[in-house]
């Protein structure tokens, strides 16, 4: 079979077993959509709420600026993780995922030791997600750099997210992997590819709007990842000038990001990644995403 024929029936077996997996939790289900029933939930990252004020307070905070849920921080402490879940479904806004990062031990590098604690902190997170019911956890899976080449942070990160997926599929939590300023995959048919070759449903993309806007246009990303997406971060980046902004004031296409959405049937939780503040800089901030995703049309 030509390499195009493999390509094909590994993305359908792919979309196949992604399909029918069950999230558990409080979290909406991440099924495929359509454009007139399409489910969008906003949150924002645990560490954008005031650190003056306590986890009940946050998150009732949170809530009452037009949020749906929080992407939280892996705990040592698996109890004290259920307790602040809770907290956090009490007060109407579920941790639905963590960010476990990898940025300080990335699954690129040579070193065994650096691995070891990298697959040390991801088996602690998968864990603490499952005890908290979220549903995904966040990893940046390689770091590109002058002594860490291309190809070898590809198959160094593959193989040792392999080895996490059989955790993954026991917990019922999957690794959500990011697109970032890491210098790899550095376009949407390579992550698609990078994605499909771990061919397990446990293994799929959170990907951030804002990342692209450098080197591309997020609603090409969006429809080329398609159903592999599970999650989303919001971010917006103004190419003159080259910072980032708020929502809405820099160069995504939102209206375009939006159909994009709806052509792929994506449902299930997008999640800001900005600075943090104050009440009424984050009521500003859900209202935005109301105005540029949520509520367009």
């Given at each position: 079979m030509s390499d195009k024929?493999?390509?094909?029936?590994?993305?359908?077996?792919?979309?196949?077993?992604?399909?029918?997996?069950?999230?558990?939790?409080?979290?909406?289900?991440?099924?495929?959509?359509?454009?007139?029933?399409?489910?969008?939930?906003?949150?924002?990252?645990?560490?954008?709420?005031?650190?003056?004020?306590?986890d009940a307070e946050k998150f009732k905070l949170a809530k009452r600026c037009g949020f749906d849920g929080i992407d939280g921080e892996p705990m040592e402490d698996h109890d004290a993780a259920e307790e602040q879940a809770q907290l956090a479904r009490d007060a109407g806004v579920p941790i639905h995922g963590l960010v476990f990062g990898g940025w300080h031990a990335p699954f690129s590098e040579a070193n065994p030791k650096v691995i070891q604690k990298g697959l040390a902190g991801m088996e602690n997170a998968l864990r603490c997600a499952n005890a908290m019911k979220a549903t995904t956890v966040l990893l940046v899976p390689a770091l590109v750099k002058e002594n860490v080449s291309y190809g070898d942070a590809y198959k160094r990160s593959q193989k040792h997210i392999r080895e996490l997926i059989p955790l993954a599929e026991e917990v019922k939590v999957i690794i959500a992997i990011e697109n970032v300023w890491n210098k790899f995959l550095l376009s949407p048919l390579e992550f698609a590819r990078y994605i499909d070759e771990f061919?397990?449903?446990?293994?799929?993309?959170?990907?951030?709007?804002?990342?692209?806007?450098?080197?591309?246009?997020?609603?090409?990303?969006?429809?080329?990842?398609?159903?592999?997406?599970?999650?989303?971060?919001?971010?917006?980046?103004?190419?003159?000038?080259?910072?980032?902004?708020?929502?809405?004031?820099?160069d995504v296409n939102w209206a375009e990001v939006r159909r994009a959405l709806d052509e792929i049937g994506f449902e299930g939780y997008m999640t800001a990644e900005l600075e943090g503040g104050d009440e009424a800089y984050l009521s500003d901030l859900a209202q935005r995403i109301d105005e540029l995703i949520i509520k367009a049309k």
């Open positions: 024929g493999m390509g094909r029936r590994r993305f359908l077996k792919y979309s196949a077993a992604t399909l029918g997996v069950s999230l558990m939790g409080t979290s909406p289900s991440f099924s495929a959509g359509s454009k007139k029933d399409t489910k969008l939930y906003k949150a924002l990252k645990i560490g954008m709420l005031p650190k003056k004020l306590s061919e397990s449903p446990w293994v799929r993309v959170y990907f951030d709007v804002g990342n692209v806007i450098i080197h591309g246009y997020a609603q090409d990303w969006i429809r080329t990842l398609n159903k592999r997406i599970v999650k989303i971060d919001l971010k917006d980046f103004k190419r003159a000038g080259y910072k980032w902004t708020n929502l809405g004031d820099g």
